[in-house]
């Protein structure tokens, strides 16, 4: 595991050029050599330039085109061009690439999850964002964790992950018991073999000494990602815990919060499809003390519509809980999963399903029940409450989904 604990420096690149409204756009793209050009219309002229930022070689400028509103758009400074392909022409190439078989299974249905109940209504797709939210406590990290696990055993997929609540020691492991559980094969080896295994599919940063940029996640993620290229370890997945964890810069904080968290979606969108990787980001829901029972949803994040709006996919982490003797509400090791978008109906549906988590393993296991794999998203609490009652037992399927895939997965064997 690469852990840069604590000693990781990242510059703030982020550097405010031009003030909103002050300088001519025209004038500041001659001065750094853009060509301004609105990537979905055409038009040259540009009313107001937001910032300009510096990040890695390129530079940023988030402009608004007066004739179609296009908005929070990215130039190169060596580019002749926008970098962004208009959204239809990206269309119409991946439907290219699609229709002429260019495409490979995972880029049109997504990766299997390890879940085979969870496999049917949502898979992981190359270049996607997908939010994450859930109470705080819920098993959000630890749910992520073991989906990035098992797309490790089952793809050999590496992913970069942000953990800014966990400290080095504590991940590490964390992921060696969940690694030994869930791959037999590394069950009964040494702590230096698992450890080399982890390190190979895992790259985390956490206990940084100095808060985070959005600009400076990106740029690690960049930088992490070229390297794993130039090794020829791809990164498949990038996870981000949690959002509030994020600094804001003074040029960010300028923005209103729901216009920052826009930008910064469009942004993790824009990096996902560029570097080919999935992004996960951890939101959490507002006012953590309300929900007695209550299930968030994806509008109720703090902050922002956006989140719902932008996003990719929305996940919803929920903790089942039950009845006691003395009426109390008492947490079970039953968890909750729930789709509550997707944007692409190849790679999923809404729905949700239910994992067992065994404490000791750090690991989640299916759990059949007759909500599993469910389109309808109101549960009914008797039947919720009738499904934790049955206890895990024989109900639980150990170990990962491997038959009866959805049409189009084709999940490697376990290793
Ligand atoms: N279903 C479950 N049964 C038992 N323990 C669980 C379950 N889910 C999570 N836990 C445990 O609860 C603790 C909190 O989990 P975790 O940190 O993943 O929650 P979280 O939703 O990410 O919280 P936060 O929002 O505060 O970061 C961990 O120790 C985890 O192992």
């Given at each position: 595991m690469a852990g840069k604990g604590g000693k990781?420096?990242?510059?703030?690149?982020?550097?405010?050029?031009?003030?909103q409204g002050r300088q001519d756009p025209q004038e500041v793209a001659a001065k750094f050599q853009y060509n301004l050009r609105c990537p979905r219309c055409g038009c040259e002229q540009f009313t107001c330039i937001y910032h300009s930022r510096r990040r890695h070689q390129s530079q940023l400028l988030q402009c608004r085109c007066p004739q179609c509103c296009e908005k929070g758009i990215r130039v190169r400074k060596d580019a002749d061009s926008w970098k962004a392909p208009p959204a239809s022409l990206e269309t119409l190439e991946h439907l290219?690439?699609?229709v002429t078989g260019q495409l490979a299974h995972r880029q049109i249905y997504g990766a299997s999850t390890g879940w085979k109940a969870f496999d049917q209504i949502w898979r992981p797709l190359p270049g996607e964002v997908t939010v994450a939210t859930g109470i705080p406590g819920h098993g959000?990290?630890?749910?992520?964790?073991?989906?990035?696990?098992?797309?490790?055993?089952?793809?050999g997929d590496r992913t970069l992950v942000f953990a800014f609540e966990s400290n080095f020691k504590n991940l590490a492991i964390q992921l060696d018991v969940k690694a030994r559980a869930t791959c037999p094969s590394l069950e009964n080896d040494d702590a230096d073999k698992a450890l080399d295994w982890i390190e190979e599919h895992f790259i985390v940063h956490s206990e940084h000494e100095e808060a985070l940029t959005l600009d400076s996640i990106l740029?690690?993620?960049?930088?992490?990602?070229?390297?794993?290229?130039?090794?020829?370890?791809?990164?498949?997945?990038?996870i981000i815990d949690p959002y509030n964890w994020i600094e804001r810069s003074q040029e960010d904080q300028q923005e209103p919060e729901f216009e920052y968290i826009g930008r910064l979606m469009s942004e993790l969108r824009c990096f996902a499809k560029e570097n080919g990787l999935h992004v996960i980001i951890v939101a959490h829901p507002t006012k953590a003390g309300q929900w007695n029972g209550r299930k968030p949803s994806m509008y109720d994040i703090a902050g922002s519509a956006?989140?719902?709006?932008?996003?990719?996919?929305?996940l919803m982490v929920y903790r089942q809980f039950v009845e006691d003797d003395d009426g109390e509400m008492v947490p079970t090791q039953r968890t909750e999963i729930h789709v509550q978008k997707v944007r692409n109906r190849d790679a999923g549906r809404l729905g949700q399903v239910v994992l067992y988590f065994d404490r000791e393993r750090r690991s989640y296991e299916e759990v059949v029940t007759e909500q599993q794999a469910s389109c309808d998203d109101d549960d009914v609490p008797s039947r919720h409450r009738r499904s934790i009652r049955q206890g895990p037992g024989p109900d639980v399927r150990r170990g990962m989904a491997g038959e009866g895939r959805?049409?189009?997965?084709?999940?490697?064997?376990?290793?």
């Amino acid at each position: 595991m690469a852990g840069k604990g604590g000693k990781f420096a990242y510059p703030r690149s982020v550097e405010h050029i031009i003030e909103q409204g002050r300088q001519d756009p025209q004038e500041v793209a001659a001065k750094f050599q853009y060509n301004l050009r609105c990537p979905r219309c055409g038009c040259e002229q540009f009313t107001c330039i937001y910032h300009s930022r510096r990040r890695h070689q390129s530079q940023l400028l988030q402009c608004r085109c007066p004739q179609c509103c296009e908005k929070g758009i990215r130039v190169r400074k060596d580019a002749d061009s926008w970098k962004a392909p208009p959204a239809s022409l990206e269309t119409l190439e991946h439907l290219h690439k699609r229709v002429t078989g260019q495409l490979a299974h995972r880029q049109i249905y997504g990766a299997s999850t390890g879940w085979k109940a969870f496999d049917q209504i949502w898979r992981p797709l190359p270049g996607e964002v997908t939010v994450a939210t859930g109470i705080p406590g819920h098993g959000k990290s630890e749910f992520l964790l073991s989906l990035a696990m098992n797309m490790a055993h089952l793809h050999g997929d590496r992913t970069l992950v942000f953990a800014f609540e966990s400290n080095f020691k504590n991940l590490a492991i964390q992921l060696d018991v969940k690694a030994r559980a869930t791959c037999p094969s590394l069950e009964n080896d040494d702590a230096d073999k698992a450890l080399d295994w982890i390190e190979e599919h895992f790259i985390v940063h956490s206990e940084h000494e100095e808060a985070l940029t959005l600009d400076s996640i990106l740029q690690i993620g960049e930088d992490e990602v070229k390297q794993a290229n130039e090794e020829q370890k791809p990164i498949q997945m990038m996870i981000i815990d949690p959002y509030n964890w994020i600094e804001r810069s003074q040029e960010d904080q300028q923005e209103p919060e729901f216009e920052y968290i826009g930008r910064l979606m469009s942004e993790l969108r824009c990096f996902a499809k560029e570097n080919g990787l999935h992004v996960i980001i951890v939101a959490h829901p507002t006012k953590a003390g309300q929900w007695n029972g209550r299930k968030p949803s994806m509008y109720d994040i703090a902050g922002s519509a956006n989140w719902f709006n932008k996003t990719d996919n929305g996940l919803m982490v929920y903790r089942q809980f039950v009845e006691d003797d003395d009426g109390e509400m008492v947490p079970t090791q039953r968890t909750e999963i729930h789709v509550q978008k997707v944007r692409n109906r190849d790679a999923g549906r809404l729905g949700q399903v239910v994992l067992y988590f065994d404490r000791e393993r750090r690991s989640y296991e299916e759990v059949v029940t007759e909500q599993q794999a469910s389109c309808d998203d109101d549960d009914v609490p008797s039947r919720h409450r009738r499904s934790i009652r049955q206890g895990p037992g024989p109900d639980v399927r150990r170990g990962m989904a491997g038959e009866g895939r959805p049409h189009g997965l084709h999940a490697a064997p376990l290793r």
